[in-house]
């Protein structure tokens, strides 16, 4: 989804335009033709692309390349930009790390069901500001199962940044549906005490979400 909004963006495949033959896209993205359906999927969503079925039909780009004017505006918040892009880069430091420190901690009954209930109210969450209130507690509880206040800090402020750009972005189902599954394997990781396997799946989680972002956001 990353490559292909970067590409609508800056023109390769204009609006108005239908997007080459499925097999031909999987081809030349490197990705399975499965992957390719979940990404388009996902763009029809946020209004990207659009697919008719049929005879004739096939997958229009509906998203405007930027135009000069809008690559103004983009330079102007050059600033918000580079600090978004550090954010996302702090955070698949700060976050794996925190989730390999929680799997190592000898956790109480509490402290585990704490965390399991932290991630069921991400499951159970409907809309989304709650969905996203929800997933900001599930990472900050990962964070307070270390015991360190600097993690602790570190995350509450990735995730304070990491909600104003989600906040710029459609909600996606699909993102939301790849998103729990991979909490829920970072939550078996962490009891399990497998920190290892904690932060590889914290570090996909941080660069599934970095891709979405930078695929929409640029």
């Not at 239908?18 to 490197?30: H, M, V």
């Not at 109480?108 to 932290?118: E, F, G, I, T, V």
């Not at 939301?176 to 396997?197: C, F, M, N, P, Y």
Request: with cysteine; net charge positive; charged share 20%.
């Amino acid at each position: 989804m990353e490559q292909l909004a970067t590409l609508i963006r800056l023109g390769v495949y204009p609006r108005g335009t239908t997007l080459p033959p499925e097999r031909e896209l999987a081809g030349r993205l490197a990705v399975s033709r499965a992957t390719l359906r979940e990404a388009m999927a996902a763009m029809r969503q946020a209004g990207l692309v659009q697919t008719t079925r049929g005879r004739g039909g096939g997958t229009v780009v509906t998203m405007r390349a930027s135009t000069p004017s809008a690559r103004a505006a983009s330079r102007r918040t050059a600033a918000r930009r580079t600090d978004w892009n550090d954010a996302l880069d702090f955070r698949r430091i700060v976050e794996p790390g925190a989730a390999a420190l929680a799997a190592g901690m000898p956790l109480d009954a509490k402290q585990s069901q704490r965390l399991q209930a932290a991630h069921a109210s991400v499951v159970k969450a409907r809309g989304p500001a709650m969905h996203r209130q929800a997933d900001s507690r599930f990472h900050l509880t990962i964070a307070a199962l270390t015991g360190s206040s600097r993690i602790i800090e570190s995350v509450t402020a990735v995730q304070a940044t990491l909600h104003e750009m989600l906040s710029a972005i459609p909600v996606l189902d699909t993102n939301i549906a790849h998103s729990d599954t991979q909490h829920a394997r970072i939550v078996k990781a962490v009891l399990a005490g497998q920190s290892e396997r904690a932060s590889q799946v914290m570090e996909e989680h941080c660069d599934d979400t970095a891709a979405l972002l930078r695929g929409l956001l640029g």
